[in-house]
């Protein structure tokens, strides 16, 4: 099974023609979620390693596509990530051991760091282990990018809007507010172009190009 070329079907997860079970799928997000540290970048590289590179449970492009919807979308795009695949492969049981599984390890280090800091916090041997963790974190995250960036900025006019976005400061979903707008505006002028002819327009087109996954 290779799973580069998953698609969504409406099949139950006991006949899913990828071969993957339930049961599997629970133990690889479980892994997934317990080696998730550094915030998103760090949860996105993971995913990526372990469920495009190790598994192959869906292709580079169709991974890449859905971060960018949700990145897109409110609200955390790792965890909306995370769903969308357990949805992908097992439907509704999948997406919610993916998200529940997703937060879990990370709600019990989170209070058990908590714990400790606040019972040990002046403790010197403590504040030295949370520096060092701060800057394990920082590693992780700065591997992180470099690892998702070379697979998303492949081409040159990806890398110059992305070094404009950094230079002016624009927020990341500032390239599908752009494009949003811009199909806005395609959208206006067609419907003021339907309106002076008298009738519908309705361009005409066939997509030839290799689909995206």
Not at 9 to 22: K, M, W, Y
Not at 45 to 73: P, Q, T
Not at 176 to 201: M, P, S, T
């Amino acid at each position: 099974m290779t799973g580069t070329s998953l698609i969504a079907s409406g099949r139950s997860p006991a006949t899913s023609s990828h071969g993957v079970s339930l049961g599997e799928a629970f133990r690889v997000w479980l892994r997934v979620a317990a080696l998730s540290f550094g915030g998103p970048a760090g949860q996105i590289a993971v995913m990526h390693r372990i469920i495009v590179d190790e598994k192959k449970w869906v292709g580079e492009n169709r991974f890449l596509h859905a971060l960018s919807y949700c990145m897109l979308l409110p609200g955390p795009e790792a965890h909306q990530l995370a769903i969308y695949i357990g949805w992908l492969m097992h439907r509704w049981p999948g997406a919610i051991i993916a998200g529940g599984l997703f937060v879990l390890p990370g709600i019990a280090s989170i209070m058990a760091l908590s714990v400790i800091y606040a019972a040990y916090g002046s403790v010197p041997v403590i504040t030295a282990l949370f520096l060092g963790l701060k800057a394990a974190v920082l590693a992780i995250v700065l591997q992180a990018v470099q690892r998702v960036g070379s697979r998303a900025l492949n081409s040159r006019p990806m890398l110059v809007l992305a070094a404009l976005a950094r230079a002016y400061g624009l927020p990341a979903s500032s390239p599908f507010a752009i494009f949003a707008l811009g199909r806005i505006a395609g959208c206006i002028g067609h419907a003021i172009e339907q309106h002076r002819q008298g009738g519908l327009v309705r361009p005409r087109a066939r997509y030839i190009g290799r689909l995206p996954g």
